[in-house]
């Protein structure tokens, strides 16, 4: 099974700052590497599929990059409603997903 | 609007049997594979079963391979989830997700609100 590492587990940030998440996989799954955004009570809402793709409605201070076993999730611009939990997942083999992020403004 | 509505969860004892559903409606249910995960505090999100369009199993997580049955009916627009021989270890938040694909397993672009599911005696 390929293990996904998502890092840092939690982090504090503030308004307008810069903020990069990272997801690391055991082997390599080239680009399929998803990103979500889970708030408080809410499923999960997908902001970046294919390591790199911003999903429709997604603002664009969100991006991803990567590829291979190394991906980041950057948000450019903090904005107070940016406050949730995020999450990796690769789908290269049976899906998994990261940890999860904790990301308080 | 694209929707997905899970039913079914609720307490079940050790042993026992539950069966999800899932109600998809604003998009064309039949083109895309589906899939059920799920969710608790301990181990965070777990893809539980997959399936494709046209009713095809695309996998299973190892903990419930061999209890669990995902099925799908495209002329009722719904996905469901037989559960057999549940375990403590189940009781989880179960959501029912939309594949962006048709038959295989990349991003889930649909999320449903979740069934709860408690497995206690």
């Known amino acids: 099974d390929i293990q996904t590492t998502q890092s840092p587990s939690s982090l504090s940030a503030s308004v307008g700052d810069r903020v990069t998440i990272t997801c690391r996989t055991s082997q390599s799954i080239s680009s399929y590497l998803h990103w979500y955004q889970q708030k408080p009570g809410k499923a999960p809402k997908l902001l970046i599929s294919g390591a790199s793709s911003l999903q429709s409605g997604v603002p664009p201070r969100f991006s991803g990059s990567g590829s291979g076993t190394d991906f980041t999730l950057t948000i450019s611009s903090l904005q107070p409603e940016d406050s949730a939990t995020y999450y990796c997942q690769e789908t290269y083999s049976s899906p998994s997903f990261g940890q999860g992020t904790k990301l308080e403004i | 609007e694209a929707q997905l509505v899970e039913s079914g969860g609720g307490l079940v004892q050790p042993g026992g049997s539950l069966r999800l559903s899932c109600a998809a409606s604003g998009f064309s249910f039949h083109d895309y594979a589906m899939h059920w995960v799920r969710q608790t505090p301990e181990k965070g999100l777990e893809w539980v079963s997959g399936?494709?369009?046209?009713?095809?199993?695309?996998g299973s997580d190892d903990s419930v391979r061999g209890r669990f049955s995902i099925s799908r009916d495209n002329v009722k627009n719904s996905l469901y989830l037989q559960m057999n021989s549940l375990r403590a270890e189940d009781t989880a938040l179960y959501y029912c997700?939309?594949?962006?694909?048709?038959?295989?397993?990349?991003?889930?672009?649909?999320w449903g609100q979740g069934t709860m599911v408690t497995v206690s005696s």
């Open positions: 399936i494709s369009w046209n009713n095809i199993h695309i």
């Open positions: 997700t939309k594949d962006t694909t048709s038959s295989g397993i990349s991003a889930f672009d649909l």
